[in-house]
């Protein structure tokens, strides 16, 4: 089982440009999410998604666009980088809260600089 | 809107020793709280999950406790060993949400 995988692990980018992070699960899970990283300020919620087709606002998203057409894929898009977005990303999944085990499940992280 | 919070934000303690990390929440509707390890540098790995119905939850040398009305939750790590040296994330997750973690302990034991 590979879990959730993040693609790329490393990006460098000029301010100004665009790209596109992808996360894959392969544990049929309704809910994904994308988080940032920054030393002293822990995780913080981008955007996340409880299932197929639906995004939702977390408490950074400004800057950021997320688009869920599949429900294994959550792609994060970032339009025209600025270097307060070089970060580490880090993109989970888990099921509903119906289902009776709700432990999240992390990828391994992209780290991103913008220069 | 939920705020979790870790303290201390640092712990140094030598080899043996047992320790108590804290983590609070502001609003007790949570679905879910979950226990994470972090080492430098590298992903989170998942220790322990407490569902909102049970009060604790056992892995090896970890205990996590939960009690919902006061807003805490506690992970007890017994006879520490410098292997567990990093960073301990906790998160709270409610109905129709994402999980919302506190900043984190970073953890040193010592030989």
């Known amino acids: 089982n590979a879990g959730v995988t993040q693609t790329p692990k490393f990006r460098v980018l000029k301010t100004g440009q665009s790209m596109t992070l992808l996360c894959a699960q392969d544990?049929?899970?309704?809910?994904m999410y994308w988080y940032r990283q920054d030393p002293g300020m822990g995780l913080r919620l981008i955007h996340y998604?409880?299932?197929?087709?639906?995004?939702a606002k977390g408490e950074v998203p400004d800057g950021y666009n997320v688009s869920r057409l599949k429900k294994q894929n959550f792609l994060l898009g970032l339009e025209s980088a600025a270097p307060s977005q070089t970060s580490v990303y880090f993109c989970a999944s888990s099921y509903t809260t119906s289902m009776r085990n709700t432990e999240a499940f992390f990828g391994q992280g992209t780290r991103l600089t913008v220069v | 809107k939920q705020e979790v919070t870790q303290i201390p934000a640092a712990l140094s303690v030598p080899e043996g020793e047992n320790l108590v990390l804290n983590c609070s929440f502001t609003d007790s509707a949570i679905y879910n709280l979950q226990w994470f390890r972090q080492d430098p540098g590298k992903g989170l790995t998942s220790l322990l999950l407490i569902q909102s119905s049970q009060r604790e939850q056992t892995s090896g040398r970890l205990n996590a406790s939960l009690d919902k009305s006061s807003g805490r939750s506690t992970l007890y790590i017994a006879a520490s060993q410098p292997g567990d040296s990093a960073t301990y994330l906790c998160?709270?997750?409610?109905?129709?949400?994402?999980?919302?973690f506190g900043k984190g302990t970073t953890l040193s034991v010592s030989s």
């Open positions: 998604s409880v299932g197929e087709g639906t995004t």
């Open positions: 998160a709270a997750q409610q109905a129709g949400t994402a999980l919302i």
């Open positions: 544990m049929n899970h309704e809910y």
